[in-house]
């Protein structure tokens, strides 16, 4: 059974900076390509960023302020998220999949974490 643990999150105020973690229990982490997405209240979850070995991802509302990485030794996944805005807040997801060698936008994703809730307010 693959768990994916997300921490990380918090309220912070307008422009400050926050980064997600998620922790991954994949015995091959490096074959698995990764994403995370969020969901605002009363709004569907979006696909904010993802990294397999084919590509790297983010959506244009991140684009610019959000980095994410992978730490394949310790089987984590980050999200490295600065400038952030009182519209970033939501809970964000971790999610994975095998990788088969598409660019990560191909991966519907398989299995999720339970999420992290990130609050931007002042």
């Known amino acids: 059974q693959v768990q994916l643990v997300e921490s990380g999150g918090g309220l912070v105020q307008p422009g400050d900076s926050l980064r997600l973690s998620c922790a991954a229990s994949?015995?091959?982490?490096?074959?698995?390509?990764m994403g995370w997405f969020r969901q605002a209240p009363g709004k569907e979850r979006e696909r904010i960023s993802c990294?397999?070995?084919?590509?790297?991802y983010y959506a244009d509302s991140v684009k610019g302020r959000f980095t994410i990485s992978r730490d394949n030794a310790k089987n984590t996944v980050y999200l490295q998220m600065n400038s952030l805005k009182p519209e970033d807040t939501a809970v964000y997801y971790c999610?994975?999949?095998?990788?088969?060698?598409?660019?990560?936008?191909?991966?519907?994703?398989?299995?999720w974490g339970k999420g992290a809730l990130v609050t931007v307010s002042s």
């Open positions: 990294i397999s070995e084919a590509s790297t």
């Open positions: 999610a994975t999949e095998f990788d088969s060698g598409h660019i990560c936008n191909y991966y519907p994703m398989e299995y």
């Open positions: 994949l015995r091959t982490f490096s074959n698995y390509a």
